[in-house]
Nanobody
Framework: QVQLAESGGGLVQPGNSLRLSCASS????????AGWFRQVPGKEREGVSY????????HYVDSVKGRFTISRDTAKNTVYLQMNNLKPEDTGVYFC???????????????WGQGTQVTVSS
């Protein structure tokens, strides 16, 4: 069983940066592919970025390419999302998730965190 807990959200001005963390308790996170989703009220949850089980492949939604970086620290059992040059359209609740690569890509991962709010506003 995997329990995921996100942290690092907050209110920032456009152009600034945030780093989200997703810590896992229970089973080790390196047994799973992991990723980040975000949700805005009134819209479907969107997959933002994923990292494969061996860290040998990453995927980003087009709107964040070149600005966001996903990474994993196996020793800390944590996955990160470094978000640079944030834009107002990046605002939303960010959820960490873990599971198989296929389940992540179809938006149905086995495990979800509770979410952390990111607000980008001047």
């Amino acid at each position: 069983q995997v329990q995921l807990a996100e942290s690092g959200g907050g209110l920032v001005q456009p152009g600034n940066s945030l780093r989200l963390s997703c810590a896992s308790s229970g089973s080790t996170l390196d047994r799973y592919s992991a990723g980040w989703f975000r949700q805005v009220p009134g819209k479907e949850r969107e997959g933002v970025s994923y990292i494969s089980i061996a860290d040998d492949y990453t995927h980003y939604v087009d709107s964040v390419k070149g600005r966001f970086t996903i990474s994993r620290d196996t020793a800390k059992n944590t996955v990160y999302l470094q978000m640079n040059n944030l834009k107002p359209e990046d605002t939303g609740v960010y959820f960490c998730a873990a599971g198989t690569w296929l389940r992540l890509r179809i938006g149905a991962p086995e495990y979800w965190g509770q979410g952390t709010q990111v607000t980008v506003s001047s």
